[in-house]
């Protein structure tokens, strides 16, 4: 009874090691083929065989060989970097129909010649089709960064036109004012005069010229009727005329601020501050000494004519 039961199991397992087996072999198929390589990404090649595109891997163990002498059962062992696109090859290994873990694989050498032939043609040309690439790319780059100082310089254009029409209408309203206040005052003659002087690019005022803003204020105080200050400044012609502008306002316009605050100068007796910029210039802008003679506001204590003959 007993020996009939260890049959039974006997029966039992050979039948199914007859089913398990062959389904783990049918994994494993050894596969043989041949075909040229169309492509490499590492260790996997890409081959065209009679029967369609095949991925074969190598490793380790994948013998790599090309036969020598004239009867060509020598075999002499190469290393993987031969396995290069173009290169007609014979495979052997396991796996299916569309990849194959590479057992072996053996090329001809004649082969491997024409594949290296083939790749000299091919580099210089994807060498020159990468510079050529790279030439668009940085020509690109360099219309998209001319487009953008193209785009600034006219944002800059039109601050400049906004900024220079802004002045003009400072220019106009101080000339009209200075007519209003003449023709209010009658005839004028100039009693006194004051020049402050600017560092390049400045507007604020030295010690010296606070002390002759005084002085000139002084003397216009003595008088109770009839008088006033003209302010007008000046700038040299280093930098843009826009600028200049803007600077010749900032600096009788620091100017008339002292007068008020600092030396008790009736706001009715100042009239409106002129910016001139680089006009009028007393030396020539092209020395150091003449464009700091041109860096300056003119304050003048102006009389009516009568009250000046009546002094």
Request: hydrophobic fraction near 40%; charged fraction near 20%; glycine fraction near 8%.
């Amino acid at each position: 009874m007993q020996l009939r039961r260890v049959a039974v199991i006997a029966c039992v397992l050979a039948l199914l090691a007859s089913v398990v087996v062959p389904a783990f072999a049918g994994s494993s198929d050894k596969v043989k083929n041949k075909g040229v390589i169309t492509l490499r990404n590492g260790n996997t090649l890409t081959v065209k065989t009679s029967d369609g595109d095949v991925t074969v891997t190598i490793n380790d163990d994948t013998k790599i060989q090309h036969p020598v002498g004239l009867t060509g059962v020598r075999k002499k062992q190469d290393t993987p970097d031969v396995l290069i696109p173009g290169l007609k090859m014979k495979f052997e290994g396991t796996g299916d129909d569309t990849q194959v873990t590479a057992k072996t694989i053996e090329f001809d050498s004649d082969d491997l010649a024409l594949a290296q032939v083939i790749q000299a043609a091919l580099n210089p040309t994807a060498i020159e089709q990468a510079k050529h690439g790279q030439q668009i790319a940085a020509s690109e780059a360099a219309n998209q960064a001319n487009a953008a100082a193209i785009a600034q310089a006219q944002q800059e254009i039109a601050a400049t036109k906004q900024e220079i029409a802004a002045n003009q209408a400072s220019i106009d309203e101080v000339a009209a004012s200075t007519k209003k206040r003449f023709s209010e005052m009658g005839e004028v003659v100039t009693k006194d005069q004051y020049v402050a002087y600017f560092a390049t690019g400045d507007y604020s005022l030295s010690q010296e010229t606070k002390q002759g803003l005084q002085a000139l204020a002084k003397q216009a105080l003595q008088y109770n009727k009839g008088w006033a200050l003209s302010v007008a400044g000046y700038a040299d012609s280093t930098g843009a005329a826009a600028a200049n502008q803007v600077l010749s306002k900032q600096r009788a316009q620091a100017v008339v601020a002292y007068l008020l605050q600092d030396c008790g100068i009736p706001t009715g007796r100042i009239l409106a501050p002129g910016a001139m910029g680089e006009t009028n210039p007393v030396a020539s802008n092209e020395t150091n000494s003449g464009r700091a003679d041109n860096r300056r506001v003119d304050v003048k204590l102006l009389l009516n004519k009568g009250v000046a003959g009546g002094m």
